[in-house]
């Protein structure tokens, strides 16, 4: 890691503290599901990509604590419920 890098929280013994996919959900008051579901439907390569972790372990992602405003971030900026139009709705005649 360079000097201009910023090194993720560290927890007891000096080991990294990362969030984990059940942190998130916790920070966003939200299902350990709606999470996972997020990481799977919006790929990098999508047109709302979520953030991606910052380390890798197995089949465990984590993220730094210092990108949940990120994080934060992105949810707010997901389109809401009836984006698409729907049906029209009937006018008064």
């Known amino acids: 890691m360079s ?3 910023t090194s993720p ?3 007891s013994g000096g080991a990294a503290r990362f969030l984990g996919v059940a942190d998130l959900a916790a920070e966003l008051g939200v299902s350990t599901g709606t999470v ?3 990481v799977a439907r919006y790929p990098a ?3 709302h990509p979520f953030p991606a972790p910052d380390v890798h372990i197995g089949n465990v992602y984590g ?3 210092s990108r949940i405003e990120e994080i934060k971030q992105w949810r707010a900026g997901m389109p809401g419920q009836g984006t ?4 029209p709705r009937k006018t008064e005649g």
């Open 45 to 47: 390569d999508s047109a």
């Open 36 to 38: 996972t579901k997020w």
């Open 9 to 11: 929280a560290t927890g």
């Open 3 to 5: 000097n201009s890098q």
């Open 84 to 87: 698409g139009g729907g049906r």
């Open 63 to 65: 993220w730094e604590p």
